[in-house]
């Protein structure tokens, strides 16, 4: 059967004859057209980079076309290490052992943990929706935002999200995400973005003690700080967790199934059955 024996219409679309790309220049080379020659990345060329520049440099080089200065790389290398082991109870690295236990194969480990790494809440959709908050918001008074979000009614669960990258974890302020909030402001000669979420988790912990900084909020704003689109977001804090995902999954892959621990049967309840009372 032809499309002229269908009621499918060609939609006329014009394709490109190459690809085109901003990040990217090569120089093919002289013998074969389909090898490489040289390669530059915004402008740098890749021999120079790979002894000039850390990993660090080239991810944000690559992000926002630029190499950074001292003060931005202090930050981003900071930022980086913080987040690059968020701990065995974290999602993506538990959705790494989980898999590496039953003996999924290697090249599935990173997959699955930044598919789960991506989540939008606890994972980097988070990061890029906390980005979009702050950016949104940032010329208002944060205590009188920080009122106005806690004045919404809702369920109380145990994390408690009053705004994406703020809120509670576990029904509680992370303390740690406290510390790396100071921590890392500390570590910009300015830190607008830092001082006003700063105000703003003041303003929350005066409406209610258990809330305050997540971690993907001082995430978010230390990429703020950086000048990264909100966009991006999502994709750093994938790129940063990666590793320890991939850490603990490879120190599960030699280990049995049976060393995960295994939810009792008397804590699943099944659809339509109640719980009876103990």
């Known amino acids: ?14 394709f490109a004859e190459r690809l085109k790309t901003r990040i990217t220049a090569e120089s093919p080379s002289d013998t074969n057209p389909y090898l490489t020659a040289r390669r530059y990345t915004h ?17 944000f080089l690559l992000l926002r076309g630029d190499l950074p200065n001292a003060a931005e790389r202090r930050l981003f290398n900071a930022l980086l290490v913080s987040f690059a082991n968020p701990g065995i109870r974290d999602p993506a ?8 236990a039953s003996k999924t194969e290697i090249s599935s480990l990173l997959p699955i943990s930044a598919t789960i790494a991506g989540g939008s809440v606890g994972g980097g959709a988070e990061v890029s929706n906390a980005m979009r908050f702050i950016r949104r918001h940032r010329r208002r008074d944060p205590l009188h935002l920080a009122a106005e979000v806690c004045s919404v009614d809702f369920e109380q669960v145990a994390d408690r999200l009053v705004a994406p990258g703020f ?4 029904g509680a302020i992370d303390p740690m995400a406290k510390r790396m909030a100071v921590s890392l402001a500390n570590r910009c000669d300015e830190h607008p973005v830092f001082t006003w979420c700063e105000r703003f988790v003041e303003g929350l912990t005066e409406q209610d003690a258990s809330l305050g900084w997540r971690w993907w909020g001082v995430c978010a704003a230390a990429l703020l700080e950086l000048g990264f ?3 991006t977001g999502v994709g750093i804090y994938q790129v940063a967790v990666s590793a320890g995902a991939l850490a603990h999954g490879l120190e599960w892959r030699v280990r049995a199934y049976t060393d995960l621990p295994f939810v009792p049967e008397d804590d699943y309840i099944l659809e339509g059955e109640e719980r009876e009372p103990r």
Not at 1 to 14: A, E, F, H, L, Q
Not at 43 to 59: K, R
Not at 167 to 170: A, D, E, L, M, V
């Open 43 to 59: 402008g740098y060329e890749l021999e120079e980079l790979s002894t000039a520049v850390a990993f660090d440099q080239m991810i």
């Open 1 to 14: 059967m032809s499309i002229k024996d269908t009621n499918v219409t060609p939609r006329g679309d014009v």
């Open 229 to 231: 689109h909100p966009r």
């Open 167 to 170: 809120g509670s974890t576990f």
């Open 93 to 100: 690295v538990r959705a790494a052992v989980t898999a590496a």
